[in-house]
């Protein structure tokens, strides 16, 4: 029997509005289910088990078919999502996706590590903020890394660390944490506090405003500081 994966919804093409890949065009694919519960998180529906049987088994082919049939067969930069998509086996859609030309981009919060991240085309590395109430395991962390490869191979998967940021003490936790990986590309990014209501522009933009007061008072300035990209265009609707 083929393995399936836990699609929670698969959508697109839009354009990425996180992390260095910002405004590029990709398709997303959402997978279901996650080992951490952020106070802040925007996609419970991926995440909470109770939204389980929402969740669409899916073989490495058929995603692959729907992502053809949303690009019209066109390679297409690929988003994989979550939830936490490193919860499940990527390895057989990686390989079949890149046999029909597309490319491949996963953000996860440095968890679980899986061999299978040296052959992505991006990673984004997401530790959770203190706001999150989650906690991160250094150890873990660093095995996420060495999964991508050596970063003294010549041949490695691109990572970037992307720091979510709402208050003071987040952006404290985030220029510690970053001080730890200095060969990493940074992001900072402003994070929507409460997704459940209306996204209100405005407020997005003072939190951005006051977040690059504190990249410059602090000097860090290896930083990208970036808003959500997609909240200020779209609010908190799916599917776009």
């Not at 209306?198 to 407020?203: F, L, S, T």
């Amino acid at each position: 029997m083929a393995n399936t994966i836990p699609i929670s919804e698969i959508f697109g093409p839009t354009v990425q509005g996180e992390g260095r890949q910002i405004g590029l065009p990709t398709v997303f694919v959402r997978t279901g289910g996650c080992d951490f519960r952020c106070n802040w998180c925007d996609t419970l529906y991926a995440v909470l088990p109770e939204h389980r049987h929402d969740w669409a088994p899916m073989s490495a082919t058929a995603i692959l078919d729907e992502i053809d049939r949303l690009t019209e067969q066109r390679p297409i930069l690929v988003t994989l999502s979550g939830g936490n998509p490193a919860i499940h086996d990527l390895s057989e859609l990686l390989q079949f996706g890149h046999e029909r030309g597309h490319t491949f981009t996963m953000e996860t919060q440095g968890s679980i590590a899986r061999e299978w991240f040296a052959e992505l085309d991006q990673l984004t590395l997401s530790p959770k903020p203190p706001s999150s109430g989650m906690d991160n395991d250094p150890d873990k962390f660093q095995a996420c890394l060495d999964a991508a490869g050596d970063i003294k191979r010549t041949k490695r998967t691109p990572t970037e660390l992307k720091l979510v940021v709402l208050n003071q003490a987040d952006f404290d936790w985030a220029e510690s944490f970053a001080a730890a990986y200095p060969e990493l590309p940074l992001t900072l990014q402003v994070c929507n506090e409460d997704p459940s209501a209306p996204a209100d522009p405005a407020v997005l933009l003072e939190r951005f405003d006051w977040l690059v007061d504190q990249v410059r008072a602090a000097g860090l300035h290896r930083a990208r500081v970036l808003p959500q990209l997609h909240v200020l265009a779209w609010g908190s609707r799916r599917g776009v």
